[in-house]
């Protein structure tokens, strides 16, 4: 079991991340609603995998739940958020940066 420590902690942007990973997005997906580039995406991701100690981006969301007992697919404070493009999927949540 994952252990949430002073070390682990998730920005806004990692926990935006998991969230949109949850829903199955991919890198590009993820760059356009976030507006940031595909690459800056990846690098998100690969920093979840190395902080949740999971070899592949679609564990993920399971790791992130189980850690911080959130659920990845509930879009948590995102509401106030800027920076995020459009509507967040699933979410109703709409973003404020474009």
Request: zero cysteines; glycine letters at 10%; charged letters at 30%.
């Amino acid at each position: 079991m994952l252990r949430l420590d002073r070390e682990t902690r998730f920005t806004v942007r990692q926990r935006q991340v998991v969230h949109l990973l949850a829903q199955g997005y991919s890198n590009v997906e993820i760059a356009d609603r976030l507006g940031i580039s595909p690459r800056t995406a990846k690098a998100h991701a690969d920093v979840l995998r190395m902080k949740l100690s999971v070899d592949r981006r679609r564990q993920i969301p399971a790791a992130f739940r189980e850690l911080t007992g959130e659920d990845p697919h509930e879009p948590t404070s995102l509401e106030s958020d800027v920076g995020l493009r459009g509507r967040l999927p699933h979410s109703g949540v709409t973003g404020l940066g474009g």
